[in-house]
């Protein structure tokens, strides 16, 4: 044991190099020489046996198998627990010396090429073997490795990369032409996220004269740009891109856009009053003009039923509260409303419906469905009728639907019109096949006994009496018809 120690500090405290002498050899021949004897040196330090012995233990298995370093490995770790337990019962203050566990990797079968197969071959077989532990900490790939970036890239690269999600820089693209040509591969390549980006690029590093006049003559790329100013509300910009393409309408439409975001009725209507003005088409112009005086009735409408309902003058007010203002709706929300509340006012009044129906030229089918449907919501059945009868110049009267009467069923009986209104007209219905369908769903009796009479089909009308209660009036109307040998049936 002491001659290993000297050794080892004979080993430390030596060195291979020398002072510089004249005498000295300066082939390979002595370099290799030196190398040799510090490896002979090392493997001295390290393994004081000889290497043609073989190491046996005990139990006369080989020192460095499989199944002596398991023992090894398992006897280690009894005594250590043993070692551990038995300081622990002492309770002695001072620090217990931990006994070292027993390992079947030497130094020497590190540095020593041995031909066993319980041996190592190498090194490196040595650290990438499975059964050891490695505490070293695994380092992070850089970040270079991750972000696949490289400033080299031409625009038809840089456009296809930006396809496929990279990450990639169009700072490097600085002269006019480069920015021009990264925006036709743009183009070219027909992806829509891709064009946006370069044209963000381009609205952020361009004037907006020069960016203005290149995209004039690149309409698909203008087209992405409008679009995206209206998305993003950049209104200023596009009022300006859309003066200097001379497109007075769109610049017109713009601004009238703008009344959406005004939330107080007096200002938005102020505002409007000042879009009549504007180069609208002639189109255009009277719907402007629509919705200012729209807006005009509905401000003076709120004021007076407000009052009205709050004062609690109102009979219809107090049984049908409001439930929601009639500011800012539209035009057929309107009429709604003034057929609800004020379907009888004179036609004088700005409340009216006849007044709103002529103001702005409503249709008849449009007013026709929406007086219908309020006035059946408050199952007023007399207005209905009234509603849908007519006089010719001759002083008769006639029952007509602009929309169809099967639509006049189907509104009535959404609202639990009661069956004797329901057939009266459903008999009005054209369409043989539509009127039986009608009668038979909503079990008007009477109109699908008719209509067989009507047909002289027997056998349908017989089929039919098993429908129908038994003794009830519609059984022996039925019977009536069957006995009846004036008509004449077809089977």
Request: aromatic share 8%; hydrophobic share 35%; with cysteine.
């Amino acid at each position: 044991m002491s001659r290993v120690r000297a050794d080892e500090e004979e080993y430390w405290h030596s060195s291979k190099f020398r002072a510089f002498t004249f005498d000295d050899e300066d082939d390979e021949l002595s370099q290799l020489k030196e190398s040799k004897r510090a490896v002979n040196s090392l493997r001295d330090i390290v393994d004081d046996d000889d290497d043609d012995l073989e190491r046996v233990s005990w139990s006369g298995e080989p020192v460095g198998s499989i199944s002596w370093s398991i023992k090894e490995t398992a006897s280690g770790s009894t005594s250590s627990l043993d070692g551990r337990d038995s300081s622990l019962q002492k309770g002695s203050s001072s620090y217990a010396a931990l006994p070292k566990q027993a390992s079947s990797y030497s130094l020497s079968s590190l540095f020593k090429g041995r031909n066993k197969l319980s041996s190592f071959q190498s090194l490196s077989d040595a650290l990438t073997d499975t059964g050891v532990k490695n505490y070293a900490p695994e380092l992070r790939r850089p970040k270079a490795e991750y972000k696949d970036y490289s400033s080299d890239w031409s625009p038809k690269d840089t456009v296809r990369r930006m396809q496929r999600g990279k990450v990639c820089s169009l700072e490097r693209f600085r002269s006019l032409q480069d920015k021009l040509v990264l925006l036709d591969e743009a183009v070219a390549g027909h992806d829509g996220n891709v064009i946006t980006a370069v044209l963000i690029f381009l609205k952020r590093t361009l004037r907006r004269e020069i960016l203005f006049r290149e995209l004039e003559v690149r309409q698909v790329a203008l087209c992405h740009l409008i679009h995206f100013l209206r998305e993003t509300g950049e209104q200023k910009f596009l009022l300006d891109l859309l003066r200097f393409l001379d497109r007075t309408e769109e610049v017109a439409l713009s601004q009238y856009r703008e009344h959406l975001n005004i939330q107080d009725v007096e200002k938005r209507r102020e505002f409007l009053k000042g879009c009549i003005g504007l180069p609208f088409s002639a189109e255009d112009t009277s719907h402007i003009q629509d919705h200012y005086t729209l807006l005009e009735r509905q401000i003076i409408i709120e004021a007076n039923d407000r009052h009205l309902e709050m004062a609690g003058q109102s009979e219809l007010f107090r049984k049908y509260p409001r439930k929601a203002s009639i500011l800012n709706m539209p035009l057929v929300t309107t009429l709604f409303y003034s057929c609800f509340y004020h379907y009888t006012e004179a036609e004088g009044m700005f409340s009216s419906p006849t007044n709103l129906k002529k103001t702005f030229k409503i249709p008849d089918k449009q007013y026709v469905l929406t007086a219908l449907a309020a006035r059946a919501k408050l199952r007023a059945w007399g207005d209905v009728d009234a509603l849908l009868t007519t006089k010719n110049w001759l002083g008769y009267t006639k029952k007509k639907a602009p929309i169809g009467f099967h639509r006049v069923v189907e509104i009535l009986q959404r609202n639990n019109a009661p069956v004797q209104v329901l057939q009266e007209y459903v008999r009005l219905v054209e369409d043989v096949e539509t009127r039986l369908n009608l009668a038979t769903k909503y079990k008007c009796h009477d109109v699908v006994i008719e209509t067989y009479r009507d047909l002289k089909d027997r056998v349908q009308l017989t089929a039919y009496k098993s429908k129908v209660e038994r003794g009830s009036a519609e059984e022996e109307k039925i019977q009536n018809i069957l006995s009846n040998m004036q008509i004449r049936w077809k089977n």
